[in-house]
């Protein structure tokens, strides 16, 4: 076994490693349900720390940020199979339901992580891969459709908040994009991910933008980063500390950018 191994077979994941560690931060484009079949996932939204064991599963809602630590436990690797939902997916699988059927006045889930009680049908579900994440073989597109469809109807039996947290009735697929930039402003993420997120094509997320702000998504971004570094460098922080916080990628490009902005230098305001 290799120390470790990733298989994608479109949108399900098979993961495995032994025996290091991995700590990753996760913006989600999609929503995802994950079963940890060796090993430990530890998963942090907001503050709040959640363990899913050997056996467990956990849904992750999309465009959430959260902490996953994945480690071994014990002797034994860490291995996972998560399986990925995308917008198209989601609306062909929307457009099956009966209408009459969906529940009426259902909130959705807030939090981000979402532990699921165990059952023995999304088990046998997960199960039903080993033999081709075991062996590295690659199941039919028709195959792997078939057990996305067993997962969403597992999901949406599990509770009736899945329906709206999944299926966004009254304007599909969009969030709220300003409230995303705010949140999301000093991660570096490329506009193409702005968009991606928020549910949007590239062209769809520029002319939105345009709505709520008179400058460019770009010069937004810039601009916020600017002032949130500004306002670390006068409580102390160094300039390389500032700028990697805030998203900018080298120092040669804040440093400009910082100097058209506020006509003087990061470093001169070292010593105001």
Request: with cysteine; aromatic share 14%.
């Amino acid at each position: 076994m290799n120390s470790h191994s990733v298989y994608n077979y479109k949108d399900i994941i098979y993961s495995c490693f032994q025996p290091e560690e991995s700590l990753s931060e996760h913006s989600l484009p999609h929503h995802a349900l994950i079963y940890v079949y060796s090993g430990e996932i530890q998963i942090a939204d907001n503050g709040k720390e959640q363990i899913v064991r050997a056996g467990e599963y956990v849904f992750l809602k999309r465009d959430n940020r959260v902490k996953i630590h994945k480690h071994t436990h014990g002797s034994d690797p860490y291995k996972a199979i998560s399986i990925r939902f995308d917008r198209k997916f989601l609306r062909d699988y929307f457009r099956s339901l009966k209408k009459e059927q969906l529940p009426q006045n259902v909130k959705r889930f807030k939090e981000a992580v979402i532990k699921m009680e165990h059952s023995p049908y999304v088990e046998s579900l997960f199960v039903s891969l080993f033999p081709f994440t075991d062996r590295g073989i690659k199941p039919s597109e028709e195959f792997v459709k078939m057990k996305m469809n067993e997962a969403m109807s597992y999901i949406l039996e599990a509770d009736t908040r899945f329906y709206p947290t999944l299926f966004d009735f009254n304007n599909p697929w969009k969030i709220d994009l300003l409230e995303f930039m705010e949140q999301n402003y000093m991660q570096d993420m490329s506009l193409e991910q702005f968009a991606l997120y928020t549910g949007r094509s590239l062209a769809s997320f520029k002319r939105d933008f345009a709505e709520i702000s008179e400058l460019s998504p770009q010069k937004w971004l810039i601009e916020k980063r600017l002032t949130k570094a500004h306002e670390l460098i006068e409580n102390g922080s160094s300039v390389t500390d500032a700028y990697i916080e805030v998203g900018f990628k080298n120092r040669s490009h804040f440093s400009t950018a910082f100097k058209n902005c506020y006509g003087y230098s990061p470093n001169m305001l070292l010593t105001k």
